[in-house]
């Protein structure tokens, strides 16, 4: 019952509007059977294998968001279920997800990863690289796809006050797109940021979707996967 109890003490502090995704990965199936047991249905996971063998066990009314890296080769693999991926990180990929949906004749939603954190990672766009994509001639030519907003990773730090600016950064571009103008596959309606070390100063800067893992699951045993 630990599960249930996490989950319902996580969602009291949440606003309405905001949608928790609970993380499990690296957990078995008959952890997230609990926390589906509960009543939760939105799930993430970051790798693609185990996104995949988890959706062929679990209730068919699960909505699966992928919130890791995803190679262009593996999209196939989760375009006939994903509910929605937190992880474009380029061009090529959303080119590729539009592909694989229009196969399988979905309309697959995305967020694109922005990068603000201090820490070197190549994955990810720059606030400045967001706004040129925006003008790109190829986005508005994709058909299956829709992006819905962005997505955002804070530096691994303790230093709140670090995360809060960089959570400010990620809502002020949100903002800002928001009130520019957008093709018409694109909107700016979720902002996912927050995870369990610091959703609640994400809610407070404005996130509408937190990534909420060991707040419900407990500590990851990576020696498991
Ligand atoms: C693992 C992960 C989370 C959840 O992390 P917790 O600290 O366990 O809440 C959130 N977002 C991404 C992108 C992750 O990879």
């Known amino acids: 019952m630990i599960i249930k109890n996490n989950l319902e003490q996580i969602l009291q502090s949440l606003p309405k509007a905001c949608t928790l995704v609970a993380v499990s990965k690296t957990h078995p199936p008959e952890l997230v059977l609990q926390a589906y047991e509960a009543g939760q249905r939105v799930f993430g996971e970051n790798k693609v294998q185990e996104m995949v063998a988890k959706y062929e066990v679990l209730p068919k009314d699960v909505q699966w968001h992928l919130i890791g890296h995803l190679q262009s080769n593996k999209v196939k693999y989760i375009a006939p279920f994903v509910h929605l ?26 967020l694109l990863q922005v990068h603000v954190a201090q820490e070197e990672t190549k994955f990810g766009f ?6 040129a994509f925006m003008q790109s001639t190829e986005l508005p030519l994709l058909q299956s796809t829709r ?6 990773m804070a530096s691994f730090t303790d230093n709140k006050q670090q995360i809060r600016e960089e959570f400010i950064i990620l809502k002020k571009l949100f903002d800002t797109l928001k009130q520019g103008s957008l093709p018409l596959n694109v909107s700016m309606t979720e902002l996912s940021m927050g995870m369990s070390s610091d959703y609640t100063l994400a809610i407070e800067e404005g996130s509408t ?5 060991s ?3 407990g500590t990851r045993n990576y020696t498991n996967g």
Do not use: T, W, Y
Not at 147 to 152: A, E, K, P, S, T
């Open 147 to 152: 992006v819905i907003g962005l997505m955002g």
């Open 126 to 131: 720059s606030p400045k690289e967001i706004e």
């Open 209 to 213: 979707m937190v990534r909420v893992g």
């Open 215 to 217: 707040a419900i699951f």
């Open 85 to 110: 991926i937190h992880s474009v990180d380029s061009l090529k990929l959303l080119q590729e997800i539009d592909k694989q949906a229009s196969k399988n004749k979905r309309i697959i939603s995305c």
